[in-house]
C-alpha cells in the first residue's frame, strides 16, 4: 500500500513570496491533515477535510494560508505572503473513518529568509 | 493549542535499559495516541488506547491510561539505538481531531 506523499520536501523562498504544497492521502482515507511542525516542537493542526470538506480550520492563519481539496482526494496548502516564522516543517496526514489513527508523509521543510 | 503535556523533554539511556515517557492532558477524551519521529522524518503510529482501556501492549511497548489522572505513559523495554527518536503523544477529543504535545527526545547510547 502506498503511503503519503507529498512535494516538494524541501523549499527556500525570500519572504513575502508564496509557496504551494501538495499532498496525495493513502487511498480510501477520507479525512486530510495539514499540520505545522516547527523546529523542537510537536506538530500543530492547521486544518482537517472530511472527503472535501472542512472539519475544522481554527488554527489556520486565514490572512497568509489557503487550503483546498478538491474531488476529495488530494490537497494543497498554500501560503502568501511568507513570513519567516513561516519556516517549519508541514505535515500532512490522512486516516481512515474507522481506525482512527494517522498516516504522515514526510513532509515538505520550508525555509523562508 | 497543546493538550498533551510529554515528560520528560528529553532522556538518555543506555542500551538495554528501559524507557519511561509520560503525557498528561487537560480534557476529556476518546483516545490517546503515541507516535514516533526520527530526525527528518514524518510521524509514525505505535500504539492507541481508547479511554475505557487501562493498559495495552504491542511488542517491547507498554502505554498505561489513567484517565481519572488524565495521564498516560510509554514504556519502551530493553531499548535499542534504533529507539533514537522523538516521541508524542496526542489525543483526540472526537472527531479524529488529534492534538499533540511537545514531545520526549529519546537517545538511546550504545
Redesign the interface.
Known amino acids: 500500500e502506498a503511503g ?1 506523499a507529498q512535494s516538494p520536501r524541501y523549499k527556500i523562498i525570500e519572504k513575502r513570496q508564496s509557496v504551494a504544497f501538495w499532498c496525495n492521502p493513502i487511498s480510501g482515507h477520507a ?1 486530510l ?1 495539514w ?1 505545522q511542525q516547527i523546529l523542537g ?5 492547521l486544518i ?1 477535510f472530511q472527503n472535501n470538506g472542512v ?2 480550520d481554527s488554527q489556520l492563519p486565514k490572512d497568509r494560508f489557503s487550503a483546498e481539496r478538491l474531488k476529495g482526494v488530494d490537497s494543497t496548502l498554500k501560503i502568501q505572503p511568507a513570513k519567516l516564522e513561516d519556516s517549519a516543517v508541514y ?1 500532512c ?1 490522512s ?1 481512515h ?1 474507522t481506525t ?8 515538505s521543510r520550508l525555509t523562508v529568509l | 493549542s ?1 493538550q ?1 503535556e510529554e515528560d520528560p523533554q528529553a532522556l538518555s539511556i543506555q542500551e538495554g535499559e528501559n524507557a519511561t515517557m509520560n503525557c498528561s492532558y487537560k480534557t476529556s477524551i476518546n ?1 490517546l ?1 503515541w ?1 514516533r519521529q526520527n530526525s527528518g ?5 505505535l500504539i ?1 488506547i481508547r479511554s475505557n482501556e487501562r493498559e495495552k501492549h504491542s511488542g517491547r511497548l507498554r502505554v498505561t491510561l489513567d484517565t481519572s489522572k488524565k495521564s498516560s505513559s510509554l514504556l519502551i523495554t530493553a531499548s535499542r539505538a534504533a529507539d533514537t527518536a522523538s516521541y ?1 503523544c ?1 489525543t ?1 477529543k472526537g ?9 520526549t527526545r529519546l537517545t538511546i547510547n550504545p
Open positions: 503519503v479525512t491533515y499540520y516542537q510537536g506538530p500543530k493542526l482537517q472539519v475544522d505535515l496526514a486516516s473513518s482512527g489513527e494517522l498516516f504522515f508523509g514526510e513532509g | 497543546q498533551g483516545n495516541q507516535y522524518r514524518g510521524l509514525v503510529h492507541l508524542f496526542a483526540d472527531a479524529q481531531k488529534l492534538v499533540f504535545g511537545q514531545g
